[in-house]
Protein backbone atom coordinates (compact mmCIF):
# COMPACT_ATOMS: atom_id res chain seq x y z
CA UNK A 1 0.00 0.00 0.00
CA UNK A 2 1.98 3.52 -1.66
CA UNK A 3 2.34 5.91 1.72
CA UNK A 4 1.56 9.85 1.94
CA UNK A 5 2.86 10.97 -1.03
CA UNK A 6 3.43 14.97 -1.41
CA UNK A 7 4.85 16.70 -4.78
CA UNK A 8 6.77 18.49 -5.15
CA UNK A 9 9.65 17.97 -2.87
CA UNK A 10 11.41 21.27 -3.03
CA UNK A 11 9.93 23.93 -4.45
CA UNK A 12 11.80 27.75 -5.11
CA UNK A 13 10.08 31.07 -4.92
CA UNK A 14 10.12 34.12 -4.93
CA UNK A 15 8.50 36.77 -2.67
CA UNK A 16 4.68 37.52 -3.74
CA UNK A 17 4.12 34.74 -5.75
CA UNK A 18 1.77 32.10 -4.75
CA UNK A 19 2.58 28.29 -4.75
CA UNK A 20 0.39 25.09 -4.74
CA UNK A 21 1.59 21.66 -3.00
CA UNK A 22 -0.34 18.74 -3.31
CA UNK A 23 -0.94 16.16 -0.45
CA UNK A 24 -1.93 12.13 -1.80
CA UNK A 25 -3.16 9.91 1.66
CA UNK A 26 -3.22 6.46 1.74
CA UNK A 27 -5.92 4.78 0.15
CA UNK A 28 -9.22 4.54 1.44
CA UNK A 29 -7.79 7.77 4.41
CA UNK A 30 -10.30 10.40 3.88
CA UNK A 31 -8.86 12.53 6.84
CA UNK A 32 -5.83 14.86 5.48
CA UNK A 33 -4.07 17.54 7.85
CA UNK A 34 -1.44 19.77 7.24
CA UNK A 35 1.40 21.27 9.32
CA UNK A 36 4.44 23.53 9.37
CA UNK A 37 8.15 22.76 10.47
CA UNK A 38 10.35 25.62 11.13
CA UNK A 39 13.79 25.07 12.56
CA UNK A 40 13.79 25.19 16.13
CA UNK A 41 9.82 26.01 16.33
CA UNK A 42 8.45 22.28 16.16
CA UNK A 43 5.40 21.77 13.94
CA UNK A 44 2.69 24.27 13.70
CA UNK A 45 -0.89 22.86 12.79
CA UNK A 46 -2.47 24.58 9.08
CA UNK A 47 -5.84 22.60 8.76
CA UNK A 48 -7.39 19.31 8.51
CA UNK A 49 -9.97 18.08 5.83
CA UNK A 50 -12.52 15.59 6.33
CA UNK A 51 -14.87 14.80 3.61
CA UNK A 52 -14.14 17.46 1.59
CA UNK A 53 -14.89 19.18 4.43
CA UNK A 54 -12.40 21.71 6.18
CA UNK A 55 -12.75 20.41 10.35
CA UNK A 56 -10.11 22.56 12.10
CA UNK A 57 -7.87 25.23 11.19
CA UNK A 58 -4.46 26.55 13.02
CA UNK A 59 -3.69 30.28 13.70
CA UNK A 60 -2.16 31.05 10.79
CA UNK A 61 -2.86 34.41 8.50
CA UNK A 62 -6.37 33.79 5.05
CA UNK A 63 -2.97 33.86 2.59
CA UNK A 64 -2.88 30.25 3.84
CA UNK A 65 -5.85 28.10 2.44
CA UNK A 66 -6.67 24.46 1.60
CA UNK A 67 -9.42 22.30 -0.30
CA UNK A 68 -9.86 18.15 -0.57
CA UNK A 69 -10.75 16.75 -3.41
CA UNK A 70 -13.37 13.66 -3.69
CA UNK A 71 -10.91 11.38 -4.14
CA UNK A 72 -9.53 12.56 -0.79
CA UNK A 73 -6.45 14.25 -2.34
CA UNK A 74 -5.64 17.86 -0.29
CA UNK A 75 -3.44 20.81 -1.79
CA UNK A 76 -3.01 23.57 0.32
CA UNK A 77 -2.34 27.34 -1.11
CA UNK A 78 0.02 30.02 -0.18
CA UNK A 79 -0.54 33.26 -1.58
CA UNK A 80 1.70 36.51 -1.62
CA UNK A 81 4.53 34.74 -0.07
CA UNK A 82 6.57 35.98 2.35
CA UNK A 83 10.17 35.38 3.25
CA UNK A 84 9.18 33.60 6.42
CA UNK A 85 6.60 31.51 4.68
CA UNK A 86 10.15 29.27 4.11
CA UNK A 87 9.24 26.36 5.88
CA UNK A 88 9.03 22.65 5.34
CA UNK A 89 5.30 21.35 4.51
CA UNK A 90 4.16 18.15 5.79
CA UNK A 91 1.11 16.47 5.06
CA UNK A 92 -0.71 13.82 7.66
CA UNK A 93 -3.66 11.19 6.87
CA UNK A 94 -5.66 9.00 9.44
CA UNK A 95 -7.66 6.14 8.40
CA UNK A 96 -11.69 7.74 9.80
CA UNK A 97 -12.34 10.45 12.25
CA UNK A 98 -10.48 13.65 11.99
CA UNK A 99 -9.39 12.90 15.33
CA UNK A 100 -5.62 13.15 16.37
CA UNK A 101 -6.09 10.43 18.55
CA UNK A 102 -5.88 8.29 15.73
CA UNK A 103 -2.90 7.32 14.25
CA UNK A 104 -1.59 9.60 11.36
CA UNK A 105 0.64 8.46 8.56
CA UNK A 106 2.88 11.44 7.47
CA UNK A 107 4.70 12.14 4.09
CA UNK A 108 8.14 13.36 3.92
CA UNK A 109 7.29 17.18 3.08
CA UNK A 110 7.51 19.59 0.78
CA UNK A 111 10.60 21.90 1.71
CA UNK A 112 9.37 25.49 0.67
CA UNK A 113 12.15 28.35 -0.27
CA UNK A 114 11.03 31.84 -0.38
CA UNK A 115 13.35 34.03 -1.95
CA UNK B 1 -3.41 27.67 26.02
CA UNK B 2 -1.87 23.98 25.30
CA UNK B 3 1.93 24.25 25.43
CA UNK B 4 4.37 21.28 24.66
CA UNK B 5 8.26 22.17 25.86
CA UNK B 6 11.19 19.79 25.23
CA UNK B 7 14.12 21.76 26.93
CA UNK B 8 16.86 19.28 25.27
CA UNK B 9 17.41 20.76 21.53
CA UNK B 10 20.05 18.23 21.29
CA UNK B 11 21.70 14.80 23.12
CA UNK B 12 24.00 11.90 21.99
CA UNK B 13 24.35 9.23 23.66
CA UNK B 14 27.16 5.71 22.37
CA UNK B 15 25.66 2.58 20.48
CA UNK B 16 23.50 0.31 23.46
CA UNK B 17 23.06 2.88 26.03
CA UNK B 18 20.04 3.81 27.66
CA UNK B 19 18.42 7.73 26.98
CA UNK B 20 15.60 9.62 27.91
CA UNK B 21 14.26 12.52 26.30
CA UNK B 22 12.38 15.20 28.27
CA UNK B 23 8.89 16.34 27.99
CA UNK B 24 6.52 18.36 29.85
CA UNK B 25 3.33 20.34 28.87
CA UNK B 26 0.70 22.30 29.67
CA UNK B 27 -3.20 21.72 29.28
CA UNK B 28 -6.38 22.17 31.04
CA UNK B 29 -8.12 19.53 29.53
CA UNK B 30 -8.36 15.57 31.60
CA UNK B 31 -8.77 13.84 29.04
CA UNK B 32 -5.63 13.86 26.67
CA UNK B 33 -2.91 11.99 24.46
CA UNK B 34 0.41 12.20 24.45
CA UNK B 35 3.08 11.08 21.58
CA UNK B 36 6.51 10.80 20.74
CA UNK B 37 7.21 11.18 16.96
CA UNK B 38 10.10 10.28 15.72
CA UNK B 39 11.63 12.18 12.20
CA UNK B 40 14.63 10.54 10.63
CA UNK B 41 16.50 12.53 7.77
CA UNK B 42 13.88 11.02 5.44
CA UNK B 43 11.95 13.92 6.99
CA UNK B 44 9.04 11.27 7.13
CA UNK B 45 7.40 11.80 10.77
CA UNK B 46 6.80 8.79 12.32
CA UNK B 47 4.40 7.47 15.42
CA UNK B 48 6.76 6.24 18.04
CA UNK B 49 4.71 5.54 21.03
CA UNK B 50 1.36 6.92 22.12
CA UNK B 51 -0.28 7.05 25.49
CA UNK B 52 -3.68 8.05 27.22
CA UNK B 53 -3.52 10.65 29.74
CA UNK B 54 -6.45 7.96 31.54
CA UNK B 55 -4.47 5.23 31.31
CA UNK B 56 -1.94 5.06 34.44
CA UNK B 57 0.14 2.21 33.30
CA UNK B 58 2.87 3.56 31.10
CA UNK B 59 3.26 2.79 27.31
CA UNK B 60 5.63 0.45 26.15
CA UNK B 61 6.80 -0.34 22.40
CA UNK B 62 9.95 -2.89 22.59
CA UNK B 63 12.87 -0.76 22.86
CA UNK B 64 10.85 2.55 23.39
CA UNK B 65 8.68 3.35 26.71
CA UNK B 66 7.44 6.64 28.62
CA UNK B 67 7.26 7.85 31.91
CA UNK B 68 4.11 9.47 32.53
CA UNK B 69 3.73 11.81 35.07
CA UNK B 70 0.05 13.30 34.90
CA UNK B 71 0.82 15.28 38.04
CA UNK B 72 3.67 17.08 37.04
CA UNK B 73 2.53 17.26 33.34
CA UNK B 74 5.88 15.23 32.47
CA UNK B 75 6.17 12.57 29.70
CA UNK B 76 9.57 11.75 28.90
CA UNK B 77 11.01 8.92 26.50
CA UNK B 78 13.37 6.49 26.81
CA UNK B 79 15.20 4.54 24.63
CA UNK B 80 16.80 0.87 25.67
CA UNK B 81 19.69 -0.46 24.05
CA UNK B 82 19.81 2.68 21.59
CA UNK B 83 20.85 1.66 17.75
CA UNK B 84 22.62 3.39 14.84
CA UNK B 85 18.89 3.93 13.17
CA UNK B 86 17.81 5.60 16.35
CA UNK B 87 19.29 8.89 15.53
CA UNK B 88 16.64 11.23 14.33
CA UNK B 89 14.71 14.61 15.54
CA UNK B 90 11.96 13.68 18.46
CA UNK B 91 9.09 15.46 19.07
CA UNK B 92 6.39 15.56 21.58
CA UNK B 93 3.20 16.35 21.00
CA UNK B 94 0.06 16.43 22.97
CA UNK B 95 -3.94 15.92 21.12
CA UNK B 96 -5.74 19.32 21.88
CA UNK B 97 -9.29 19.52 20.51
CA UNK B 98 -8.20 17.60 17.43
CA UNK B 99 -5.13 19.74 16.93
CA UNK B 100 -1.61 18.51 17.68
CA UNK B 101 0.27 20.72 19.92
CA UNK B 102 3.94 19.88 19.11
CA UNK B 103 7.46 20.99 20.96
CA UNK B 104 10.57 22.17 19.44
CA UNK B 105 12.04 18.68 19.33
CA UNK B 106 15.47 16.93 20.56
CA UNK B 107 18.08 16.13 18.12
CA UNK B 108 19.12 12.50 18.99
CA UNK B 109 22.41 10.91 17.88
CA UNK B 110 23.65 7.79 18.17
CA UNK B 111 27.31 7.64 18.30
CA UNK B 112 29.03 3.98 17.20
Known amino acids: KAGVTQTPRYLIKTRGQQVTLSCSPI?????VSWYQQTPGQGLQFLFE???????NKGNFPGRFSGRQFSNSRSEMNVSTLELGDSALYLC??????????????FGSGTQLSVL | AQTVTQSQPEMSVQEAETVTLSCTYDTSENNYYLFWYKQPPSRQMILVIRQEAYKQQNATENRFSVNFQKAAKSFSLKISDSQLGDTAMYFC?????????WGAGTKLIIKP
Open chain 1, 92 to 105: ASSLVVPSTNEKLF
Open chain 1, 27 to 31: SGHRS
Open chain 1, 49 to 55: YFSETQR
Open chain 2, 93 to 101: ALDSNYQLI
